[in-house]
C-alpha cells in the first residue's frame, strides 16, 4: 500500500511518498521518511521491502558522497540515475533488491529531471510518475492534469489532488504523505500532509 | 522489413507493468552503427542490459578490427550472448537489421535464447508478433523504394498493435539507405 509519486515543474521536481511503516496488519511507525535527501540537489523516493529501501537508498547515498569526496565535483542526476540502475541490474540475477525509485535531481546546464527505476532496473526519464496501488489512481489523474512548466503551487496542488484520491479511493489507504522538493537552491522538505476532514472522520468524531 | 538496397525498422513506443503504461517515449530500436541497428522487444530492464552490452562488445571491436561489424557477425554475436544465459536468459527478442557488403540488406530475428531466424523480405517480435506476421505478409512487395518501405512498415505496425492492448502508444519508423537514414516518431 505504499505510495511514491513524481512531478517535474518549471526548473524543479516534487517528489511525495506516504509516511508509513506497515507489517502485515500492524503499523509500525506513520511517520518514516521514504524520500531520501541523496545530496545538496537529488531527492530518491523509495518504495518496497523495508530492510531494502533504506540499505539501498543508503548504498546509493553514500557512494555519491564518495565520488563527490574523490572528484570535488557532485556526479549529475542522469549519472546517478544510471549507476543505481547499474547496481540494481548487477544485483537482479544474483540478490535482487525490491526497491522501486523515482529519483528527482536538479542540474544547472539541464534543469529538473525525474527518473523511474523499477525493482527489476527498468530505467526511464519521465515526467511525471507513481509507484504502488497508489499509482492506478494518480497516473490518470496526473495524464489529464499535469502540464510542462507548472509553478510549485500548481505541482503541489497536483499533488495534493493525487493524496486526496489515494485516501478516498485505496482500500487501507496511507494517510499521511511527505512532499519533498528540489530546484536551483536545493533539496528540501515542502510539506507534510497529515489527516483531513474525509467524510468518515466526521462522522467519528461526532458521534 | 527489406526494400530495395535499403531496409526498415520499426517498434512502438509504450513502457508498461503488465496493465499499467508507465511511459509512451521509450525507445526499443538501437543504433549499432551507421548501417547496423537493433530493435529489441521484451523485458524493458533487458532491452537496456543488452543493449549496453552489445554496444560495449562493438566499440571494442571497432577498437581491435578499426572497423564496423558486418550484419553477420553481429548477429552471431548476439546469438552466442544470447545462448551464454540459457540457463537463465535475457527476456528479449532481438530484431537485427543492417545494410551488408554491397549494402546487401540483411534482416534476421532471435528467440530469447539466440536461435537466428534469417529471412529475405521481413521479419517481427514482440507481444503482437502473430498480428505483424500477418500485416507484413499481405501488405509486403520485393523490391519497395524507400518511400513505399515507410509507407508499407507504417502501416503494418499501426494495423497490429492496435489490435494489441499491450503495444502501441506511438510508433518509430527507422528507413535505411546506403546515403541516408530517415526516421520518423
Not at chain 2, 16 to 45: E, N, P
Not at chain 2, 56 to 84: C, G, N
Request: contains cysteine; hydrophobic residues 40%; proline residues 3%.
Amino acid at each position: 500500500m505504499e505510495c511514491v509519486l513524481g512531478v517535474v515543474g518549471r526548473d524543479f521536481a516534487v517528489v511525495a511518498a506516504d509516511t508509513s511503516a506497515v507489517q502485515s496488519i500492524l503499523v509500525h511507525k506513520s511517520d518514516e521518511d521514504k524520500v531520501m535527501v541523496l545530496d545538496s540537489h537529488k531527492l530518491m523516493g523509495a518504495s518496497g521491502e523495508p530492510g531494502d529501501r533504506v540499505q539501498f537508498t543508503e548504498y546509493i547515498q553514500k557512494n555519491l558522497h564518495l565520488y563527490q569526496f574523490r572528484n570535488n565535483i557532485p556526479l549529475s542526476t542522469a549519472a546517478t540515475a544510471n549507476f543505481t540502475r547499474g547496481e540494481l541490474a548487477t544485483a537482479l540475477r544474483k540478490n535482487p533488491y525490491s526497491v522501486n525509485i523515482l529519483l528527482a535531481g536538479y542540474d544547472a546546464d539541464v534543469g529538473a529531471s525525474l527518473y523511474y527505476i523499477d525493482y527489476i532496473a527498468t530505467f526511464h526519464k519521465i515526467e511525471k510518475g507513481a509507484f504502488g496501488y497508489g499509482a492506478y489512481f494518480c497516473l490518470s489523474l496526473m495524464d489529464k492534469l499535469y502540464r510542462p512548466d507548472m509553478s510549485v503551487e500548481e505541482a503541489v496542488d497536483l499533488v495534493d489532488k493525487c493524496i486526496k484520491e489515494i485516501r478516498l479511493r485505496l482500500v487501507v489507504a496511507p494517510q499521511k504523505f511527505i512532499i519533498k522538493i528540489v530546484d536551483k537552491d536545493g533539496a528540501r522538505e515542502y510539506a507534510r500532509r497529515a489527516y483531513t476532514d474525509s467524510p468518515s472522520e466526521a462522522a467519528t468524531v461526532t458521534a | 522489413m527489406v526494400g530495395k538496397n535499403c531496409f526498415a525498422i520499426a517498434s512502438d513506443r509504450r513502457l508498461g507493468v503488465q496493465l499499467q503504461t508507465v511511459a509512451t517515449d521509450f525507445q526499443r530500436v538501437f543504433k549499432i552503427h551507421d548501417k547496423l541497428y537493433i530493435g529489441l522487444s521484451g523485458l524493458a530492464t533487458d532491452v537496456q542490459t543488452l543493449y549496453q552490452r552489445l554496444v560495449f562488445r562493438h566499440k571494442l571491436y571497432q577498437l581491435r578490427e578499426e572497423r564496423d561489424m558486418k550484419p553477420q557477425t553481429f548477429a552471431s554475436l548476439v546469438s552466442a550472448l544470447l545462448y551464454e544465459k540459457r540457463f537463465g536468459p535475457y527476456f528479449c527478442q532481438p530484431v537485427i537489421a543492417g545494410l551488408g557488403e554491397d549494402n546487401e540488406p540483411f534482416i534476421c530475428t532471435m528467440d530469447c535464447i539466440g536461435a537466428k531466424e534469417l529471412a529475405k523480405d521481413f521479419v517481427v517480435s514482440g507481444t503482437a508478433s502473430e498480428s505483424l506476421y500477418g500485416a507484413c505478409e499481405s501488405m509486403y512487395k520485393p523490391n519497395m523504394e524507400p518511400e513505399e518501405l515507410f509507407e508499407t512498415v507504417s502501416q503494418a505496425l499501426q494495423a497490429s498493435v492496435d489490435r494489441d492492448c499491450l503495444s502501441g502508444w506511438g510508433g518509430y519508423v527507422l528507413v535505411v539507405t546506403p546515403t541516408e537514414i530517415q526516421e520518423r516518431g
